[in-house]
């Protein structure tokens, strides 16, 4: 996940710039299904299209299916200056295609060609639509090429996408941004392989996802390729452009662990570095091995509000690290969130983003078993705190596995408190249910069956009962999609506080600023406590979490619970064990 939502303004929606006329196009032909139906029509204008995804029901496209990615930027040196780049996409035809649709909504297009044939192409709303001089027969594979600029410096009604940082940039595309950086087909559902080169000015070091395959320096700039050995879903892109240093160790097995951080601060931030490899043990030993071919973590001299599990290369802002108010324990914590993302979200990938509370569940579980185990945070302490709560996130965001939708113009204030703590609860009920024995063999064939590939809600059920041997569907319709938290299994004491009757939006508002400062100044006041009580040798700094961090996971400042890092949104709790 990122970890972190800020209100947004809604998107522009209009023509792509750089959009050309159509030309006159052969007939189309009889086409196979329904789908082709609305998606080829001929004499029908260029629309938008989507999968029919719940919650971003325009993103993705169907009729073809992506099988990789080529990604080839170009940076000037000026993070507000948009890159020359050209988007390449091999796709397999699902179906008859007469035009091929595109999610990209943040640059200037120059050209596309369909198989090497110059293409026409126009805009419609958040899609590039594409048209060949032929139409596409299903069961083949095509080739499309895009020239086009990314634009670092979002408008007003954009978020996300590329993140300006002190010394270049990085990518932060979860949950719904990535085509405000390439043309793409922007929804988890359709993962693909990913060859990314980077050209740059000589005094900058380049890293994207995966692995080095090739670098080629000239008298003023240096090209950087990396490619991907396992399918990744857009939102989960990465790179990194600055003025960095790249670390390199080996963890568990020999993998290449390699961390991309700002070169004035190596020294610094080497102590963090070298707990990466211990912590990917750790996450070996609850769920199996590692993987990807690589892992490390991207320190961006940015502030953003969040982290994010940005595919072997996770986004952190660099202060989480150098902040001396955070206490050592949460920093551990939340790296092990993002790295235990590598199996919950990026290995087995949702296959609808109202599956998230499996990405999200999972990361918040193992980053409060971590912090259990190692720092004696005990996760019953958390658990029950979260049930307190737990109606009233319901009430706020709906059940875990069926989030509302999100406001217009709010798109990632799907990251709401009941798909962090929430989801969390719902497998620590679920342990409770069937055991700690079949729950910890649950885990382990969960993202060995799904590995590289999509899974969803269903699938997570039906693997549980299976494992179990019991038919657990009552239990999760109840635990999933219940607007009431159902009794926690061994805990019959714990209560769930009934939700406030909704405010106004005026009275919202109003408490909303109010409950931050309260909480800001409740922050500061138990850091000073906490930092006088921790010995020195284990940190001694503790920060509830800043106000930043609320805003990934809901509304939490408002209902009086802590909050921990979040992503970009609205206002957002949780953690509401964090401070112990």
Same mark, same amino acid.
């Given at each position: 996940?990122?970890?972190?939502?800020?209100? %947004?303004?809604?998107?522009?929606?209009?023509?792509?710039?750089?959009?050309?006329?159509?030309?006159?196009?052969?007939?189309?032909?009889?086409?196979?299904?329904?789908?082709?139906?609305?998606?080829?029509?001929?004499?029908?204008?260029?629309?938008?299209? =989507?999968?029919? /995804?719940?919650?971003?029901?325009?993103?993705?496209?169907?009729?073809?299916?992506?099988?990789?990615?080529?990604?080839?930027?170009?940076?000037?040196?000026?993070?507000?200056?948009?890159?020359?780049?050209?988007?390449?996409?091999?796709?397999?035809?699902?179906?008859?295609?007469?035009?091929?649709?595109?999610?990209?909504?943040?640059?200037?297009?120059?050209?596309?060609?369909?198989?090497?044939?110059?293409?026409?192409?126009?805009?419609?709303?958040?899609?590039?639509?594409?048209?060949?001089?032929?139409?596409?027969?299903?069961?083949?594979?095509?080739?499309?090429?895009?020239?086009?600029?990314?634009?670092?410096?979002?408008?007003?009604?954009?978020?996300?996408?590329?993140?300006?940082?002190?010394?270049?940039?990085?990518?932060?595309?979860? $949950?719904?941004?990535?085509?405000?950086?390439?043309?793409? *087909?922007?929804?988890?559902?359709?993962?693909?392989?990913?060859?990314?080169?980077?050209?740059?000015?000589?005094?900058?070091?380049?890293?994207? *996802?995966?692995?080095?395959?090739?670098?080629?320096?000239?008298?003023?700039?240096?090209?950087?390729?990396?490619?991907? !050995?396992?399918?990744?879903?857009?939102?989960?892109?990465?790179?990194?452009?600055?003025?960095?240093?790249?670390?390199?160790?080996?963890?568990?097995?020999?993998?290449?662990?390699?961390?991309?951080?700002?070169?004035?601060?190596?020294?610094?931030?080497?102590?963090?570095?070298?707990?990466?490899?211990?912590?990917?043990?750790?996450?070996?030993?609850?769920? =199996? #091995?590692?993987?990807?071919?690589?892992?490390?973590?991207?320190?961006?001299?940015?502030?953003?509000?969040?982290?994010?599990? @940005?595919? @072997?290369? +996770?986004?952190?802002?660099?202060?989480?690290?150098?902040?001396?108010?955070?206490?050592?324990?949460?920093?551990?914590?939340?790296?092990?969130?993002?790295?235990?993302?590598?199996?919950?979200?990026? +290995?087995?990938?949702?296959?609808?983003?109202?599956?998230?509370?499996? *990405?999200?569940?999972?990361?918040?579980?193992?980053?409060?078993?971590?912090?259990?185990?190692?720092?004696?945070?005990?996760?019953?302490?958390?658990?029950?705190?979260?049930? =307190?709560?737990?109606?009233?996130?319901?009430?706020?965001?709906?059940?875990? $596995?069926?989030?509302?939708?999100?406001?217009?113009?709010? !798109?990632?204030?799907?990251?709401?408190?009941?798909?962090?703590?929430?989801?969390?609860?719902?497998?620590?009920?679920?342990?409770?249910?069937?055991?700690?024995?079949?729950?910890?063999?649950?885990?382990?064939?969960?993202?060995?069956?799904?590995? /590289?590939?999509?899974?969803?809600?269903?699938?997570?059920?039906?693997?549980?009962?299976?494992?179990?041997?019991?038919?657990?569907?009552?239990?999760?319709?109840?635990?999933?999609?219940?607007?009431?938290?159902?009794?926690?299994?061994?805990?019959?004491?714990?209560?769930?506080?009934?939700?406030?009757?909704?405010?106004?939006?005026?009275?919202?508002?109003?408490?909303? !600023?109010?409950? !931050?400062?309260?909480?800001?100044?409740?922050?500061?006041?138990?850091?000073?406590?906490?930092?006088? $009580?921790? #010995? $020195?040798?284990?940190?001694? %700094?503790?920060?509830?979490?800043?106000?930043?961090?609320?805003?990934?996971?809901?509304?939490?400042?408002?209902?009086?619970?802590?909050? @921990?890092?979040?992503?970009?949104?609205?206002?957002?709790?949780?953690?509401?064990?964090?401070?112990?």
């Amino acid at each position: 996940m990122p970890l972190s939502p800020r209100t %947004q303004t809604p998107r522009r929606s209009g023509p792509l710039r750089g959009a050309r006329p159509l030309r006159r196009r052969t007939a189309a032909a009889l086409l196979a299904s329904a789908v082709s139906v609305a998606l080829l029509a001929a004499s029908a204008p260029p629309t938008p299209l =989507g999968i029919g /995804d719940r919650l971003f029901p325009t993103l993705g496209n169907p009729g073809y299916d992506v099988a990789a990615y080529h990604l080839d930027f170009t940076y000037s040196g000026d993070n507000r200056a948009p890159l020359a780049a050209v988007t390449t996409i091999d796709a397999w035809t699902t179906a008859d295609l007469d035009r091929i649709n595109l999610d990209f909504a943040h640059g200037t297009v120059e050209s596309v060609e369909v198989d090497g044939e110059p293409a026409d192409f126009t805009g419609a709303g958040e899609d590039l639509v594409v048209t060949p001089e032929e139409p596409l027969s299903a069961g083949s594979l095509t080739r499309i090429t895009v020239r086009h600029t990314s634009d670092p410096v979002g408008s007003d009604d954009s978020d996300g996408g590329w993140v300006r940082t002190a010394d270049g940039l990085a990518m932060a595309n979860q $949950a719904d941004a990535a085509h405000l950086v390439f043309p793409c *087909n922007d929804h988890p559902s359709d993962k693909a392989m990913f060859t990314i080169r980077i050209t740059a000015p000589n005094d900058y070091t380049a890293v994207a *996802n995966g692995l080095p395959t090739g670098r080629h320096r000239t008298a003023r700039t240096t090209t950087w390729t990396y490619r991907t !050995k396992h399918p990744m879903a857009t939102e989960l892109a990465q790179v990194s452009i600055g003025r960095s240093s790249v670390v390199r160790r080996e963890g568990p097995g020999g993998l290449p662990v390699r961390d991309v951080v700002p070169s004035k601060d190596r020294e610094a931030l080497e102590p963090w570095l070298a707990k990466t490899p211990d912590q990917i043990a750790w996450m070996e030993s609850k769920v =199996g #091995p590692y993987p990807f071919e690589t892992y490390g973590v991207l320190m961006a001299q940015a502030s953003t509000g969040f982290e994010l599990e @940005t595919q @072997t290369l +996770s986004l952190f802002e660099k202060d989480i690290f150098t902040e001396p108010a955070y206490p050592k324990w949460y920093v551990e914590s939340i790296m092990v969130h993002e790295l235990s993302h590598q199996w919950f979200g990026d +290995s087995v990938s949702p296959r609808a983003w109202s599956d998230l509370w499996l *990405n999200e569940g999972h990361a918040t579980w193992y980053e409060t078993l971590y912090a259990d185990e190692t720092a004696h945070r005990p996760m019953e302490t958390r658990m029950k705190a979260a049930y =307190g709560a737990s109606d009233t996130w319901r009430a706020a965001g709906g059940p875990p $596995a069926r989030p509302k939708a999100p406001a217009r113009g709010q !798109k990632i204030s799907i990251f709401r408190p009941n798909v962090y703590d929430g989801a969390s609860l719902v497998l620590y009920a679920l342990r409770q249910e069937i055991g700690h024995r079949d729950f910890d063999r649950l885990e382990r064939a969960w993202v060995a069956r799904h590995r /590289d590939s999509t899974a969803s809600t269903a699938d997570f059920v039906r693997l549980a009962s299976e494992i179990s041997g019991r038919d657990l569907r009552g239990f999760f319709q109840q635990w999933l999609y219940g607007a009431k938290t159902p009794p926690m299994p061994g805990h019959p004491d714990w209560k769930s506080t009934e939700p406030a009757k909704p405010a106004t939006q005026g009275e919202q508002t109003k408490q909303t !600023k109010q409950a !931050k400062r309260t909480q800001q100044a409740q922050q500061t006041k138990q850091a000073q406590r906490d930092r006088r $009580a921790e #010995p $020195a040798e284990q940190g001694g %700094q503790e920060k509830r979490d800043r106000p930043a961090e609320q805003e990934k996971r809901g509304t939490g400042a408002a209902e009086g619970t802590q909050s @921990t890092r979040g992503k970009r949104g609205e206002e957002a709790p949780v953690m509401v064990g964090a401070a112990g």
